[in-house]
């Protein structure tokens, strides 16, 4: 798969996990890719944390406009009935718990649900943004990300990186399948056909708990 293929695939598989109602908040990266796949007929509420809810999905090519941003400074578009508001609402809103589900992207994540996903010691810091807030007031974190980092395992027994939260992460997507962190491990529940559960395994440091019931991947 290519880096693009991988991309979509990720995001199209966590456009399932919205179901109607939810208020959500995307990280950036792939989670802004999330509007583009929302199946016919699913309506939630997409927060941008620098100050909007009902964000819609990326302008066409051309028709961008400079006064809609996420706060990834990617361009978005509204919906009907969209509000804009201060950064201080914003966070009132993911902070009062208002938030169903959040999804990020991350450096790594491990068998706890600790997440890093805001800086690499030695390397230029942009800032921690709204992470941790999300993290610690939205309902379901879910982590959209490539499951290897240059052929090196991101889903760690232990992250080694500065953690942005502990013990928050409910499930992790990427190209080879779908995992949720429960007490006992991180479990393996739908898997890529394209890969085998022993390649998912070579790709992941913590050891897996492979569902007894483990399905092909939802699309």
Not at 66 to 92: C, K, L, P, R, V
Not at 157 to 182: D, H, S, Y
Request: proline share 5%.
């Amino acid at each position: 798969m290519d880096k693009e293929q991988i991309k979509v695939t990720i995001a199209k598989r966590a456009a399932l996990e919205l179901k109607d109602g939810y208020v959500v908040n995307l990280g950036i990266g792939i989670p802004g890719m999330i509007p583009n796949y929302l199946k016919p007929g699913v309506k939630v509420i997409l927060q941008a944390e620098n100050g909007m809810v009902g964000m819609g999905p990326a302008p066409e090519q051309g028709k961008e406009d400079g006064e809609w941003i996420n706060a990834g400074g990617q361009f978005i578009t509204a919906m009907d009935g969209a509000a804009t508001f201060d950064s201080a609402t914003s966070f009132a809103i993911i902070r009062g718990g208002h938030v169903d589900a959040s999804i990020l992207g991350a450096l790594q994540v491990d068998e706890k649900g600790n997440l890093a996903n805001w800086m690499i010691p030695g390397k230029k810091v942009p800032g921690m943004g709204g992470a941790m807030d999300l993290l610690e007031g939205a309902k379901k974190i879910i982590l959209t990300m490539e499951h290897t980092q240059k052929g090196n395992p991101k889903i760690l027994k232990q992250c080694t990186l500065p953690l942005t939260a502990a013990g928050k992460v409910n499930m992790i997507i990427t190209e080879m399948g779908v995992m949720e962190i429960t007490k006992e491990g991180i479990v393996l529940k739908e898997i890529n056909p394209e890969f085998t559960v022993e390649q998912v395994q070579a790709a992941t440091e913590a050891q897996l708990i492979i569902d007894k019931d483990l399905k092909p991947m939802l699309q």
